[in-house]
C-alpha cells in the first residue's frame, strides 16, 4: 500500500470518466471561448454577444467546478468501495487460509492414520509373505533334494543305457541278452521240466531252448541268436541309397539265419518239423512284417516261424495247453482206476450208513419203550405220596414191560 505505485488510467472508472468529460467540457469551451473573441474582433456588434459568452464561460466554469466536486465524491466514494473491498477480501483470504489449515490438518491426521494402517498391512503382508517364502523355500530345497535323486536316478539309467548299448554293440553279448530274455520269458510261462536250456541235439549243434512237447508234433528248438547288425544299419541310414544298401543286407541277413536254424534244429525223428526264430525286439519283428513280408513266407516255406517277446509269450502258452492235456493223456489210466475205488468206497459207505441207520433205529425203539416204564413207575410213585392204600386194580397185561426182553 506503500509504494509508489504508476498512475493508470481506466475507462471502466467513474471518476476518470467524469475527469476525461470534464476535460472535453473545457476544450469545447475553450474552443468555443476563441471563436467567440475572434468574432467579437471582426464585428462590433458582437460586443453585446460577448457579455452573454462571458455569463456562459462563468456557467460553464461554475458547471466545472461542480463536476470537479462530483468527481472528487466519485473518487471518494470508490477509495471508500476499495478499502472495504480489501477489507473484505483480506477476511475472506484469511477466512480461506483457517479454512485450508483446518483441512490441511485433518487431511495430514487422515493421511497419518492412513500411513500408520498401510504400514501395520504392510507388516502384515511382509509376515506372511516372509512365512510363505520360508515354506517356498523348504518346498523348493525338498523338491531341490528330489531333483538330485532323480538326477542321480538318471545318470544311472544313463550308465545302464550305455551298458545296454555296448551289449547290444557285440555279437556274442547280443546272443547273451537275447538268451536271457528268452529265459526269462520261457520260465514264467512254462514248467520247469517242461524245457531245456542250451540242449545239445544229435548233429551235436546247441539249441539255446528245446521245448518237450509230445508227439505229435515232438520237441521244437527255440533260436535267440538273431543278427541285428543290419537292422541297426537300417536305422541310422540317412538317404535313400543308405536305406536301400541297409535293407538289401537285412533281408541277406534274415534268409540266412533261416537257413541256419532249418539245417541245425529240425532233425526229423528227433524234433518238432518246425522251429522259432525269437527277436528280442519288438520294433525288428514290426519291420520285419511291415517291410519284408517276402523274408516272413521265406520263413513260413523253411517251417521256421517268426516270434517277438510278445507273440512268444503267446505261442508258449499255447504249447502249455498241449503240455497239459498230453499229461492228462498220460494220467487217464491211473484216473480212471482212482475213481474206480472211489465208487467201492462209496458203495461200502452206503452200506454202513444204512447199519448205522438200523442201530439207530432199534435204539429209538428201546428209549420209547424206557419213557413208557419211566411214565409208569412215576405214577405208582405218585399214588404212594399221596397214601392212597386203597386195592390197587389189576393194570391191563398189554401194557405190562416185562423184565426180561428187548426192553432194558
Known amino acids: 500500500m506503500n509504494e509508489t505505485q504508476p498512475f493508470t488510467l481506466r475507462l471502466d472508472d467513474p471518476a ?135 538326477q542321480a536316478n538318471i545318470e544311472k539309467l544313463s550308465g545302464d543305457v550305455l551298458g545296454l548299448q555296448d551289449i547290444l554293440s557285440n555279437k556274442q553279448t547280443r546272443g547273451a541278452f537275447g538268451e536271457i530274455q528268452l529265459n526269462d520269458i520261457v520260465s514264467k510261462a512254462l514248467p520247469r521240466d517242461s524245457y531245456t536250456l542250451q540242449a545239445t541235439l544229435s548233429n551235436g549243434k546247441r539249441a539255446d531252448c528245446l521245448i518237450h512237447l509230445p508227439n505229435p508234433p515232438g520237441p521244437i528248438v527255440i533260436d535267440a541268436k538273431f543278427p541285428l547288425e543290419a537292422y541297426e544299419q537300417l536305422r541310422a541310414a540317412s538317404t535313400e541309397a543308405e536305406k536301400t544298401q541297409a535293407a538289401r543286407a537285412l533281408r541277406t541277413a534274415v534268409k540266412t539265419h533261416i537257413s541256419a536254424i532249418s539245417e541245425r534244429y529240425i532233425i526229423e525223428g528227433e524234433t518238432a518239423d518246425g522251429a522259432l526264430m525269437f527277436l528280442p525286439s519288438e520294433a525288428v519283428y514290426a519291420e520285419l512284417h511291415a517291410n519284408f513280408a517276402e523274408v516272413v513266407r521265406e520263413g513260413f516255406a523253411a517251417r521256421v516261424w517268426i516270434v517277438s517277446p510278445t507273440t512268444c509269450m503267446a505261442t508258449l502258452n499255447t504249447m502249455r495247453a498241449v503240455l497239459k492235456d498230453a499229461r492228462m493223456r498220460e494220467q487217464a489210466g491211473a484216473i480212471r482206476k482212482e475213481l474206480a475205488l472211489l465208487h467201492a468206497d462209496v458203495d461200502r459207505l452206503g452200506t454202513r450208513v444204512g447199519n448205522l441207520d438200523r442201530h439207530f433205529g432199534q435204539a429209538a425203539k428201546d428209549i420209547e419203550e424206557i419213557k413208557i416204564s419211566a411214565e409208569k413207575a412215576g405214577k405208582r410213585a405218585h399214588r404212594l405220596d399221596a397214601f392212597d392204600f386203597e386195592e390197587l386194580a389189576p393194570e391191563d397185561e398189554s401194557q405190562v414191560v416185562p423184565l426180561t426182553g428187548p426192553a432194558r
Open 16 to 150: 476518470t470518466l467524469a475527469l476525461i468529460v470534464g476535460a472535453l467540457i473545457a476544450l469545447v469551451l475553450l474552443a468555443l471561448l476563441i471563436a467567440t473573441v475572434r468574432r467579437a474582433g471582426r464585428a462590433a456588434e458582437a460586443a453585446g454577444q460577448i457579455g452573454t459568452v462571458s455569463k456562459a464561460v462563468e456557467a460553464l466554469a461554475q458547471g466545472q467546478h461542480e463536476l470537479g466536486g462530483r468527481i472528487a465524491s466519485v473518487s471518494e466514494s470508490q477509495q471508500t468501495g476499495q478499502a472495504q473491498i480489501v477489507a473484505a477480501m483480506e477476511a475472506r483470504l484469511a477466512e480461506v487460509q483457517s479454512q485450508v489449515a483446518d483441512r490441511l490438518h485433518q487431511t495430514a491426521l487422515h493421511s497419518a492414520r492412513t500411513l500408520n494402517d498401510m504400514q501395520e498391512k504392510v507388516n502384515e503382508t511382509l509376515a506372511g509373505s516372509s512365512k510363505q517364502t520360508a515354506t517356498s523355500l523348504t518346498q523348493l530345497t525338498e523338491r531341490l533334494a528330489q531333483i538330485d535323486k532323480a
